[in-house]
């Protein structure tokens, strides 16, 4: 009760002061053929709406930035069933069109319902885009998060002892060429049982509609290195994997709009031969990106290795104003 008080206070102080505020409601629900599953909910609010990379509409050239962040999560790992409860607050400066900077800091708990233990830690982020030498055709963004590692599906483990992580990413997104996309992202990942993972991604795209509707396709690599292997939670020595990707946003009907994205992929794992796998995505979105929308989507994962397969599913929504 007293997180939506303050919500509420924060949100009649933006008002008086002239801000247009973003409240952002999201909620996912994950399924694993390994009988883990997870349920989120997020409540988001900025005093107003920014997104460095695609501004708003009428989004100002400089301002500070405040809100806070709720996060909720359910889930279960075989027999064993867990809750987290998460609370941030946000802060941050918009310096220019060329360089935004967010800080975000709160508590987490997590709670061990086959023994009701708790567990409770600082969280948070720091988080720096922008584009470099103000070019808007090279775009640069680093994050830095600590936290639990169990709403990544770090599981088992990440409830039984439970598992945290400091995660270092970057993203680098050059529009140089016409019609073409290079992206490049990479995550430094320090585990609390001292494991220590890579994660380089490296994507190729290009435009056959780049404007509206927006229709991309091209290929994709990446790879991953674990210092450990640790059971409890994928670590695989070395992982590998390339293939074609194909991402799309169109129209449908009025202010309904559709999203999609399939990849198909070569995968090969601590050097057994190669298996293959596939993803695909599509959502549906009403309303404008400026005002109120909502959005449900469904996303499916399938890995299949030496006749092994995995699989991941995902139903989500959200709303926005």
């Known amino acids: 009760m007293k997180y939506i008080a303050t ?8 008002k008086a002061h002239g801000e247009s505020p973003l409240w952002h409601l999201e909620g996912n629900h994950n ?8 349920h989120g909910l997020s409540l ?7 997104d460095l990379s695609w501004p708003y509409k009428n989004e100002a050239t400089q301002a500070w930035d405040y809100g806070l962040l709720l996060n909720d999560y359910r ?12 609370l941030e607050a946000i802060g941050g400066r918009k310096f220019s069109k060329n ?7 709160g508590t987490h708990i997590l709670e061990r319902k086959s023994d009701g233990q708790k567990f409770d830690r600082l969280s948070g982020e720091i988080l ?32 039984e002892t439970p598992l945290s992580k400091g995660e270092h990413s970057f993203e680098l997104v050059v ?33 056959l509609s780049p404007s509206w509707p927006w229709i991309w396709a091209g290929a994709v690599a990446e790879h991953i290195e674990n210092s450990k292997t640790i059971a409890g939670y994928w670590t695989p020595h070395e992982f590998t994997s390339a293939g074609l990707k194909l991402e799309a946003s169109f129209p449908i009907h009025g202010q309904l709009t559709g999203m999609s994205e399939i990849q198909y992929r070569l995968q090969q794992e601590n050097g057994l031969p190669w298996g293959d796998g596939n993803s695909f995505y599509f959502g549906v979105q009403h309303g404008d ?5 909502f959005r449900v989507g469904y996303s499916l994962i399938n890995s299949l290795q030496e006749g092994s397969k995995w699989q991941e599913e995902t139903l989500s929504f959200s709303m926005s104003k």
């Not at 360089?99 to 800091?105: D, E, F, G, P, R």
């Not at 990106?289 to 929308?293: A, K, P, S, V, Y």
């Open 99 to 105: 360089i935004h900077l967010q800080l975000q800091l």
């Open 7 to 14: 919500l509420l206070f924060i949100l009649i102080f933006s």
């Open 75 to 86: 889930g279960s790992s075989g027999t064993t069933k867990f809750e987290g409860n998460q």
């Open 128 to 159: 720096l885009d922008g584009y470099l030498f103000a070019r808007q055709d090279l775009y640069a963004r680093y994050d830095y998060r600590n936290d639990f590692a169990y709403f990544d599906l770090a599981l088992p483990k990440g409830i």
């Open 289 to 293: 990106r400026d005002g109120l929308n």
């Open 175 to 207: 529009t140089s060429l016409k019609m073409w996309r290079f992206v490049y992202d990479s995550q430094f990942v320090e585990f609390s049982d001292n494991n220590l993972r890579i994660h380089n991604q490296i994507q190729t795209l290009y435009g």
């Open 31 to 38: 399924t694993t053929s390994d009988n883990l599953r997870l």
């Open 44 to 50: 988001h609010y900025l005093n107003h709406k920014r």
